[in-house]
């Protein structure tokens, strides 16, 4: 499983960025699919999953009401909407892929190379 991520770019605290996955895999309706990112200096974190059916979804507090994480299985991608962005949402993005077909919480098992998000005050 290839993933490829992209849509991240400078916005202004309050803006809004959405990003992409697109995989290139067979049988993408079979992965549960997640967003984590990485600031400067710090670990990477988790942000999100969606099932592969898009039924459970799940949210860190972190980003809870700000960020939609949605798939679209035909076109093999995933998208993670940020809204409401600050200072501190800055960092690199990467999409991961679980073939776990559960509810989460999710082993991911591939990743993408990430997209650099920045958000100026």
């Known amino acids: 499983v290839q993933l490829q991520a992209s849509g991240g770019g400078v916005v202004h605290t309050g803006g809004s960025l959405r990003l992409s996955c697109a995989a290139s895999?067979?049988?993408?309706?079979?992965?549960?699919m997640g967003w984590f990112r990485q600031a400067p200096g710090k670990e990477r974190e988790f942000l999100a999953h969606?099932?592969?059916?898009?039924?459970?979804?799940y949210y860190v507090d972190s980003v809870k009401g700000r960020f939609t994480i949605s798939r679209d299985n035909a076109k093999s991608t995933v998208y993670l909407q940020m809204n409401n962005l600050k200072p501190e949402d800055t960092a690199v993005y990467y999409c991961?892929?679980?073939?776990?077909?559960?509810?989460?919480?999710?082993?991911?098992?591939?990743w993408g190379q990430g997209t650099l998000v920045t958000v100026s005050s």
């Open positions: 895999a067979r049988f993408f309706d079979m992965y549960a």
């Open positions: 969606i099932s592969w059916n898009g039924e459970n979804i």
């Open positions: 991961a892929a679980s073939y776990d077909l559960g509810e989460g919480p999710y082993e991911f098992h591939y």
